[in-house]
């Protein structure tokens, strides 16, 4: 089981997909094909046992948020497809969020005639509270820390302000829940554990234990009726256990990376159970440390980009589950398509010894009598590989990684370190050479170029990085990331989107290894509806607030 603590802010929703800590305990109800009306709905998480907290604000800490049902007692301002940025957002506790061409204000129009679940009407005040708290309170607003200038409400509208261009955060201002003022504002949302919450969403709380929460319908929901008749969101000690449960059926939705997913999930119930993967920006990287040998030398960069067999290791490390990187500016496909340049189009990674050893020729390396590379100052080349223990789907794609490397004459080692050193040392100091890290998604490649290339996050080895871990500077690049994120038109975001693909095709930074799309697992036995390979409407995970949706879009499964 992948323990992940994020290295970085990141929103929420993200930060509850990345998480999935293994304890202890868990359990649900099991799918006995009575189907249809009144079948309980069990959502899985890995995430063993609970606090009670309840809390959709909190960064940590909160078990609605863990396993997901924060989601559908509170709600977001908008639906939106997160395996489809390009789509456009689906009005939900907002009627519309309309941006200044900078991007820097947006005025929230709140939807009319919803109430919270005790009966209060929800109104504009609430909005304009929430987000109040998020300038009140820095802890609790990871997705725009210290970029908030100001909250105003007037006319039944909202208009917040921000210090800079939030283009590429937009989606984060319209996933944000909103909580009821008359029960939080005498409240210290860092710590409230909102243990009888109160939500405009589907889904009203009814039990809770360390292991499992139910949920029952909201019947005053300004949705409509949801046919689910009842939730349990029930929490298994691991990756294993969630799924034993998802292929046994005792849970009928939930996400974990499942090797050989098509003989140990599907192959159970060819006619019920379904994995579907989304697309998005999301990816994972072998950051490659730019200070130290070997990779100081962009030849060598250069080089072992050209021996990294990607189809093979998404095959083999990822089960196929992770879908291959094509493009070399490493820009997942589909979804970056409108930002591609094109003088990349058409152009394709390949695995090319010959070209590899000719880059390495022209570059002053040699090789010795026993075939091992030697570089311009006289040395063999060796270097490191790490990530954590038990990750192994991370540690298979080293061990590819590493056979490529040995086609150049290069000893490579991986080293499956402990969980805690490699996030409390080796990633934050750059204590490494090569390792495998993930990406923020996003609407737009920002983050992904942002997270491995930005200057912004540079700082010395030994020194705390929050992103760029391989410790990349190229002032053009740090410029071009500033440039997109600012700009006010898609011509001068698309100027500078070229500029930083042209970098990390030259330059090499680091290697986008594979795609790393939304995943989720589901049972079709009693309920229809989810986001379909044909129809892949919302992420198909429950733990973010697409989930509200999904749920309103189950229907009893008619045999």
Same mark, same amino acid.
């Given at each position: ?85 390009? @789509? *456009? $957002? ?12 900078? %991007?820097?204000?947006? &005025?929230? !129009? #709140? ?75 005498? @409240? *210290? $949302? ?12 589907? %889904?009203?709380?009814? &039990?809770? !234990? #360390? ?85 100081d030398d962009v030849a060598f960069r250069k080089a072992l980009n050209l021996v990294v067999d990607r ?118 100091f750059g204590n490494f050479q090569a390792t495998l890290h993930w990406t923020d998604g996003g609407a ?116």
């Amino acid at each position: 089981m992948r323990t992940r603590k994020l290295a970085t802010m990141v929103a929420g929703v993200a930060t509850v997909a990345l998480l999935a800590t293994a304890c202890s305990g868990g359990g649900g109800t099991s799918d006995d094909g009575t189907g249809g009306d009144g079948a309980v709905l069990t959502v899985g998480m890995p995430n063993g046992p609970q606090n009670e907290n309840q809390s959709p604000l909190i960064p940590t800490g909160s078990a609605a948020k863990s396993l997901g049902y924060a989601w559908v007692i509170y709600e977001s301002l908008m639906q939106v497809n997160d395996v489809n940025p390009l @789509e *456009d $957002p689906e009005p939900w506790l907002a009627e519309s969020v309309e941006w200044n061409d900078d %991007y820097t204000a947006a &005025t929230i !129009t #709140p939807r009319d005639g919803v109430k919270w679940s005790d009966g209060e009407d929800f109104t504009a005040d609430d909005v304009a509270f929430t987000l109040q708290l998020l300038i009140d309170y820095p802890a609790i607003n990871n997705n725009f820390p210290d970029q908030i200038d100001k909250v105003e409400n007037a006319d039944g509208k909202v208009t917040i302000t921000f210090t800079e261009s939030q283009y590429v955060n937009q989606v984060k201002l319209l996933q944000q829940v909103i909580v009821p003022e008359h029960l939080w504002k005498d @409240e *210290d $949302p860092t710590t409230f554990t909102d243990t009888e919450p109160v939500g405009t969403g589907p %889904y009203l709380l009814d &039990t809770w !234990t #360390p292991q499992a929460a139910t949920l029952v319908p909201n019947p005053d929901y300004w949705g409509g009726e949801p046919k689910v008749a009842k939730l349990q969101y029930s929490s298994y000690n691991d990756n294993n256990a969630l799924t034993t449960a998802l292929t046994t059926g005792e849970a009928q939705w939930g996400w974990t990376f499942i090797a050989d997913y098509e003989d140990v999930f599907i192959a159970k119930d060819p006619d019920h159970h379904h994995q579907v993967a989304g697309g998005g920006f999301g990816s994972d990287i072998l950051y490659l440390n730019n200070e130290t040998k070997p990779f100081d030398d962009v030849a060598f960069r250069k080089a072992l980009n050209l021996v990294v067999d990607r189809a093979q290791i998404s095959e083999l490390a990822g089960s196929g589950v992770w879908p291959v990187i094509y493009s070399v500016t490493g820009m997942p496909m589909p979804s970056g398509e409108q930002y591609l340049a094109p003088e990349f189009k058409g152009d394709e990674l390949k695995v090319d010894v010959d070209e590899a050893k000719q880059i390495l020729t022209d570059a002053g390396y040699t090789w010795n009598g026993s075939d091992k590379l030697v570089d311009p100052d006289g040395e063999v080349v060796t270097f490191e590989l790490v990530n954590p223990a038990g990750w192994n789907d991370y540690l298979t794609a080293l061990d590819l990684i590493k056979t490529g490397a040995a086609q150049l004459g290069v000893d490579a080692t991986v080293n499956a370190a402990n969980q805690d050193a490699w996030f409390d040392d080796i990633i934050p100091f750059g204590n490494f050479q090569a390792t495998l890290h993930w990406t923020d998604g996003g609407a737009t490649p920002w983050n992904m170029y942002a997270n491995l290339m930005d200057g912004n996050s540079y700082v010395p080895l030994g020194e705390t990085a929050t992103w760029n871990f391989g410790r990349y500077k190229n002032d053009a690049v740090t410029q071009a990331l500033a440039d997109f994120k600012g700009a006010s038109d898609d011509a001068a975001r698309q100027t500078a989107i070229e500029t930083i693909q042209k970098a990390y095709v030259e330059d090499v930074p680091g290697l986008v290894i594979w795609s790393r799309p939304a995943v989720a697992q589901y049972s079709t036995k009693n309920y229809t509806g989810f986001p379909t390979a044909d129809d892949l409407y919302a992420n198909p995970q429950p733990t973010g607030p697409q989930a509200a949706r999904i749920v309103m879009k189950l229907e009893p499964t008619q045999d």
